[in-house]
T-cell receptor, first 116, second 112 residues
Framework: DAGITQSPRHKVTETGTPVTLRCHQT?????MYWYRQDPGHGLRLIHY???????DKGEVSDGYSVSRSKTEDFLLTLESATSSQTSVYFC???????????????FGPGTRLLVL | QQQVKQSPQSLIVQKGGISIINCAYE??????FPWYQQFPGKGPALLIA?????SEKKEGRFTISFNKSAKQFSLHIMDSQPGDSATYFC???????????FGTGTRLTVIP
């Protein structure tokens, strides 16, 4: 599982409240990612980070912000949660390949978020 | 715009049958094509992957077939088992990049 944990694993919140999801990795990987998974849409990239304080937007970044103050932690914040942000959120890391080969993406266990 | 298109969205197969999931891509710069398997309540996990310099890769009951000219690749699961019931994602990436492009997923159900 590449040492990835996510917290909380489940959360119910109300529309308009801020929510922060945490991803923690133990293996010092440079790249970290946040995805959301919804039926019919698969996995969609929200934001990713390529180092401490270095982040960039993915395809569905509106309404989300991220922060990475330490290599091991990548936080995803919903500033004001909406019902459309009800989803399962996955954190992932990128493990580079060896000898120039392709790398591998490893995913955390996911956080199930319900916005009422 | 979906960089990788996957079909079908769902698939029901009898135990012992062959499951086939298809993917297509447009970006000819993609040169690595992994498949991920996801069980309910878990994160996706790498199942098998292929590079376009070969037309087929087999690992146990799982085979990837790759057609570079058609820009298509597919996952074949031989002798499908109920334990194979999961959601499968195809993906694509260009060497040197760090962002995978995923298909929309196929939910496979294998009936005993």
């Amino acid at each position: 599982d590449a040492g990835i944990t996510q917290s909380p694993r489940h959360k119910v919140t109300e529309t308009g409240t801020p929510v922060t999801l945490r991803c923690h990795q133990t293996e010092n990987h440079r790249y970290m990612y946040w995805y959301r998974q919804d039926p019919g849409h698969g996995l969609r990239l929200i934001h990713y980070s390529y180092g401490v304080k270095d982040t960039d937007k993915g395809e569905v970044s509106d309404g989300y912000s991220v922060s990475r103050s330490k290599t091991e932690d990548f936080l995803l914040t919903l500033e004001s949660a909406t019902s459309s942000q009800t989803s399962v959120y996955f954190c992932a890391i990128w493990e580079p390949g060896t000898s120039g080969g392709p790398g591998t993406q490893y995913f955390g266990p996911g956080t199930r978020l319900l916005v009422l | 715009q979906q960089q990788v298109k996957q079909s079908p969205q769902s698939l029901i197969v009898q135990k012992g049958g062959i499951s086939i999931i298809n993917c297509a891509y447009e970006n000819t710069a993609f040169d690595y094509f992994p498949w991920y398997q996801q069980f309910p309540g878990k994160g996706p996990a790498l199942l098998i992957a292929i590079r376009p310099d070969v037309s087929e890769k087999k690992e146990g009951r799982f085979t990837i077939s790759f057609n570079k000219s058609a820009k298509q690749f597919s996952l074949h699961i031989m002798d499908s088992q109920p334990g194979d019931s999961a959601t499968y994602f195809c993906a694509a990436i260009q060497t040197g990049a760090n962002n995978l492009f995923f298909g929309t997923g196929t939910r496979l159900t294998v009936i005993p």
